[in-house]
């Protein structure tokens, strides 16, 4: 609960994408295998503050933006 409250601020402060998110959200220098997992979540929190219509999505020349 508290990476998913801190994901919403980090969309808040400006317009970004899952992988911006990712990166501020864990610990630098992930291997690949948890750079992946991390994404997969990232993913998985940005899509449920969507769907609980607390942030938005836009496409944007192929690239998902969250906006708050």
């Known amino acids: 609960e508290r990476r998913l409250l801190d994901m919403a601020e980090l969309v808040r402060a400006g317009d970004t994408n899952a992988w ?6 864990f610990r630098p220098n992930l291997d690949a295998a948890d750079a992946r997992l991390a994404f997969l979540e990232t993913i998985s929190h940005l ?22």
């Open 20 to 25: 911006q998110v990712m990166l501020q959200s």
């Open 47 to 68: 899509e449920h503050l969507r769907v609980s219509g607390r942030i938005q999505v836009e496409d944007r020349d192929g690239i998902l933006v969250y906006t708050a």
